[in-house]
């Protein structure tokens, strides 16, 4: 599995755990709001539990000292503000998102779930404000969780995007239940923690907000006693939102990825192993007030540094500060401000671009031909970072097509013309999603990476991509002269990284110098050539160092004032099997790595295999005029 795909699995179920999590204490409130006296004093003291559960307090003072503020816009922001990235609908938006990179990794009916409360979250906002209509507005959410949890449960075999998505749950419910248990003990006037009758609605929110007051009541007598509510939701193994649980949860679902790591972590074991220490020494009927809120706020941190260390062990990718955003967030909360920052910053790495492709292939015949067959590779693909949305082909003279997929995982469409003709159009159009991907640059080469590259597990797997053909052969005169500049290939990305800085450096960029025939062997000499040439070179280079380099056909977007150039009619670049990443993109004509403007058509060894269109005909010869539009069309 790819890195970003069980980075958005990872932050898909947190963000909906979020987003459940802050429905419930939302609706706890306005509960409370009803149940209790209207008096001025308890209402701003239940506002600031609240925001600190749900917020900031600089949030809440910043909204209420807006001009003509009013309650409702309190509740708005924490529900349905774009502004807020925590709220609802923000949390709901972002793991949506994230549910479009990993789609093809969790059932269809969990993503459709997704949408339509997507979709849900989106038109609540068009509602006239009420207390009814948000109070229906939070139940759903509420639903809509307990029914992704069950599709989780019931539908998802015990792999890695099971226990990547369950991480994430777990992480972020105990963090959360640390967090409502610091505010409420600090917002309560016992400091020994004693039962008193002022602080019965305190303790019935903590445990209302963590959906455990019938459960509580099932095990313990009906008084809202602190310690016992305090040991209820903490150190609790059976109920699944204590802390405890969370945590024993986490570490079981660690071991189970033992076998699939890419990188083996002592750090995180060691930090398991450490916060289970400070539970077995932890007495909570032996713990006053601060000194409780100490031990959970040392607890959220120990949760945000396993949260973190997880992440690197597993190539998750980095949160950036941004606000914002999908590839989508990571969290990180201090004593003072609830931030999420690889929240935003995953929202927006995540955040898809939209592409559309038009493009045309127009055959004029000398003469009169017929018993025309054709195959074309014109369908884009659909993986971890691209989605097709929509695909037409129009064929004329009309022909039908029939599709099957190749030895290397392309989609080939092939058609069949008895009439006589002396004209054939071709014309697909398509639209495509493309995520946001993580430098390649950024890849930390471990050494057990490195071991599974020398690996004969490795290399046999991916023999098809270490041989090379003859497109792509070159002599070792030639690759003597690349290792005299750029030196021995120790570290396999930083070589190819390098490899294709020498390429971009060394070659010239010219349409007339060669054909769609021309072999590395002769464009190495010639220094210069299209990017098919320039990507055959790299190939041939690359596997000589057994490196898996596979070659890639697709479409370049070029915007207004980009320096990136590339055929007219298509472009190609280079994919490098990484271990414990996958294939990523390397585009030595540009000397840029392959993002969000590379849209990917299809793969193979060299040129021969991704041919866009190949066929054969009875009849004189031809003359071929192509056409390629790439426009953006959603950022």
Same mark, same amino acid.
């Given at each position: 599995m790819l890195s970003r795909v069980a980075d958005s699995l990872y932050w898909m179920s947190r963000n909906f755990e979020r987003a459940e999590q802050n429905a419930r204490i939302l609706d706890v409130h306005l509960t409370q709001m009803v149940e209790t006296s209207s008096d001025e004093s308890f209402k701003q003291t239940q506002w600031k539990l609240l925001y600190e559960a749900c917020s900031t307090l600089d949030e809440l003072e910043a909204l209420k000292n807006k001009k003509n503020s009013k309650e409702e816009d309190l509740i708005f922001y924490l529900a349905l503000s774009h502004e807020n990235p925590n709220s609802v609908f923000n949390c709901v938006r972002i793991a949506r998102e994230n549910a479009r990179v990993c789609r093809d990794?969790?059932?269809?009916?969990?993503?459709?779930?997704?949408?339509?409360?997507?979709?849900?979250?989106?038109?609540?906002?068009?509602?006239?404000?009420?207390?009814?209509?948000?109070?229906?507005?939070?139940?759903?959410?509420?639903?809509?969780?307990?029914?992704?949890?069950?599709i989780i449960e019931s539908n998802m075999s015990r792999g890695i995007a099971y226990h990547m998505m369950k991480i994430g749950n777990w992480l972020e419910r105990a963090e959360k239940t640390a967090r409502i248990l610091n505010v409420v003990c600090e917002h309560t006037s016992e400091a020994e923690l004693s039962y008193k009758r002022d602080e019965y609605y305190a303790w019935l929110s903590a445990l209302r907000m963590l959906n455990g007051y019938e459960a509580y009541l099932k095990v313990n007598r009906p008084k809202m006693d602190p310690r016992t509510i305090l040991a209820f939701l903490i150190v609790d193994e059976t109920f699944p939102r204590s802390i405890h649980y969370n945590m024993n949860s986490v570490q079981n679902a660690i071991d189970n990825l033992g076998g699939h790591k890419a990188k083996h972590s002592e750090k995180l074991h060691y930090l398991l192993q450490r916060l289970h220490q400070d539970f077995d020494e932890m007495t909570i009927q032996e713990l006053d007030s601060e000194e409780m809120m100490e031990f959970l706020n040392r607890f959220q941190n120990?949760?945000?540094?396993?949260?973190?260390?997880?992440?690197?062990?597993?190539?998750?990718?980095e949160p950036v500060s941004t606000s914002s955003t999908l590839h989508i967030q990571v969290q990180t909360q201090s004593d003072n401000h609830w931030m999420s920052g690889s929240q935003v910053s995953n929202n927006e790495k995540a955040s898809?671009?939209?592409?559309?492709?038009?493009?045309t292939n127009i055959f004029d015949y000398e003469t009169m031909v017929d018993q025309s067959m054709n195959s074309i590779r014109l369908k884009p693909r659909?993986?971890?970072?691209?989605?097709? !949305?929509? /695909?037409?082909?129009?064929?004329?003279?009309?022909? @039908? %097509?029939? +599709?099957?997929?190749?030895?290397?995982? =392309?989609?080939?469409?092939?058609?069949?013309?008895?009439?006589?003709?002396?004209?054939?159009?071709?014309?697909?159009?398509?639209?495509?999603?493309?995520q946001r991907s993580p430098w390649v640059h950024r890849i930390d080469y471990s050494p057990e990476m490195y071991a599974i590259f020398h690996s004969n597990l490795f290399r046999?797997?991916? !023999?098809? /991509?270490?041989?090379?053909?003859?497109?792509?052969? @070159? %002599?070792? +005169?030639?690759?003597?002269?690349?290792? =005299?500049?750029?030196?021995?290939?120790?570290?396999?990305?930083?070589?190819s990284i390098d490899l294709m800085g020498y390429l971009f450096n060394h070659f010239t960029y010219d349409g007339s110098s060669t054909t769609v025939t021309t072999k590395a062997i002769e464009s190495f000499d010639l220094k210069?050539?299209?990017?098919?040439?320039?990507s055959h070179v790299m190939l041939g280079v690359l596997r000589t160092k057994n490196i898996p380099a596979r070659y890639v056909s697709g479409y370049l977007y070029v915007g207004e004032n980009s320096a990136l150039v590339g055929d007219a009619a298509s472009h190609a670049w280079v994919e490098v099997m990484v271990p414990g990443i996958?294939?990523?993109?390397?585009?030595?004509?540009?000397?840029?790595?392959?993002?969000?403007?590379?849209?990917?058509?299809?793969?193979?060894?060299?040129?021969?295999?991704?041919?866009?269109?190949?066929?054969?005909?009875?009849?004189?010869?031809?003359?071929?005029?192509?056409?390629?539009?790439?426009?953006?069309?959603?950022?």
């Open positions: 990794h969790i059932p269809n009916e969990l993503f459709e779930v997704w949408n339509d409360v997507f979709l849900y979250t989106k038109d609540a906002q068009n509602i006239p404000y009420s207390l009814q209509n948000m109070r229906l507005f939070l139940s759903q959410i509420k639903k809509a969780s307990f029914t992704i949890q069950g120990q949760c945000n540094e396993i949260g973190q260390t997880f992440s690197e062990t597993y190539y998750l990718i898809s671009l939209k592409y559309k492709i038009e493009h659909t993986d971890e970072c691209q989605r097709l !949305l929509s /695909y037409r082909a129009e064929i004329n003279p009309v022909a @039908l %097509t029939k +599709e099957h997929v190749d030895i290397w995982g =392309n989609t080939v469409e092939s058609f069949f013309i008895a009439d006589h003709h002396r004209h054939l159009e071709v014309k697909t159009t398509s639209i495509v999603s493309i046999s797997h991916y !023999l098809a /991509y270490l041989s090379n053909t003859a497109y792509t052969y @070159l %002599t070792p +005169e030639q690759i003597e002269k690349v290792d =005299n500049e750029i030196g021995e290939m120790v570290n396999p990305v930083k070589y210069k050539g299209v990017c098919q040439d320039i996958g294939w990523v993109g390397l585009d030595p004509t540009n000397n840029v790595e392959a993002l969000e403007n590379h849209i990917r058509v299809g793969v193979g060894r060299d040129y021969n295999d991704v041919s866009p269109v190949q066929g054969v005909y009875r009849g004189g010869s031809h003359s071929l005029d192509v056409k390629v539009s790439v426009s953006l069309i959603e950022q």
